[in-house]
């Protein structure tokens, strides 16, 4: 019987396409590039600096965010500080708004304990789900777990704060890589919500939210 249910956030309840866009769009008007090249180079950076951090001794996103900003700053000569890209970048993730059919976290709530894990750090993680009145009963972050999704470390830590038995919980992600095998390596049943029906052969997996409540009760 299902008692509890995680969510990973971003890509999962907040929508996070083009996530360096903005960014990468003011580096662009201080520079003489073209915003495509660097959202480019930003994301090839990205899967750089941020590939098996979760195996490395921890340290929050920012100080990933600020060795790849300043590899942009050398390269486009950008006028700007690291901290201060990066504190305009966390303040554009922080206004990604909710798909819509996260309204249905207003229902589950009332019957399941909710809680929500992302690897982000609390600034910004922190006032997306403010803004987005998104409801939950718990939220865990990479920062204050100061451990990443898949290590089965912060899935351990927020199943502690719900005190529920992990085979009462599901965990729903859209990751196959961080998401499922990271649920699947701490003994949770892992959902993945597959928007861009990228992996039809993966159960089990939902298109959107709203199809998750007959799912739950099908478990």
Same mark, same amino acid.
């Not at 899967?47 to 340290?59: I, L, N, S, V």
């Not at 959902?191 to 997996?205: G, K, M, N, Q």
């Given at each position: 019987?299902?008692? =509890?249910?995680? &969510?990973? @956030? &971003? =890509?999962?309840?907040?929508? +996070? ?20 090249? $660097?959202?480019?180079?930003?994301? +090839?950076?990205?899967? !750089?600096? &941020?590939?098996?951090? !979760?195996?490395?001794?921890?340290? /929050? ?10 590899? @942009? ?13 990066? +504190?305009?970048?966390?303040? #554009? &993730? #922080? ?15 009332? %019957? ?6 992302? +690897? ?6 922190? %006032? ?15 920062? #204050?777990?100061?451990?990443?999704? /898949? ?8 199943? #502690?704060?719900?005190? $529920?038995?992990?085979? !009462?919980?599901?965990?729903? =992600?859209?990751? $196959? ?13 892992? $959902? ?7 992996? @039809? ?11 998750? /409540? ?6």
């Amino acid at each position: 019987m299902v008692r =509890g249910i995680i &969510f990973d @956030l &971003f =890509g999962t309840i907040v929508s +996070n396409a083009r996530l360096f866009r903005p960014v990468c769009s003011k580096m662009a008007q201080e520079s003489s590039a073209e915003v495509v090249e $660097i959202e480019r180079d930003f994301v +090839n950076l990205y899967g !750089h600096y &941020f590939k098996d951090c !979760h195996k490395m001794p921890f340290q /929050p996103e920012r100080y990933y965010y600020y060795l790849l900003i300043s590899d @942009l700053i050398d390269k486009y000569d950008l006028p700007g500080d690291m901290e201060a890209y990066c +504190n305009f970048m966390y303040d #554009s &993730f #922080s206004k990604f708004r909710a798909y819509p059919d996260a309204r249905i976290l207003r229902a589950i709530v009332n %019957k399941y304990s909710v809680a929500i894990l992302t +690897n982000a750090d609390n600034s910004f993680a922190e %006032k997306v789900v403010k803004r987005n009145k998104i409801p939950h009963h718990f939220l865990l972050t990479s920062e #204050s777990a100061r451990s990443y999704k /898949p290590c089965e470390v912060i899935f351990e830590k927020l199943l #502690s704060m719900m005190e $529920i038995e992990k085979r !009462h919980v599901i965990f729903v =992600g859209d990751s $196959i890589q961080v998401d499922m095998l990271g649920a699947s390596a701490a003994g949770i049943k892992g $959902i993945l919500i597959d928007r861009s029906r990228s992996y @039809l052969d993966f159960a089990p997996r939902i298109e959107s939210l709203e199809e998750l /409540p007959s799912l739950l009760e099908s478990l």
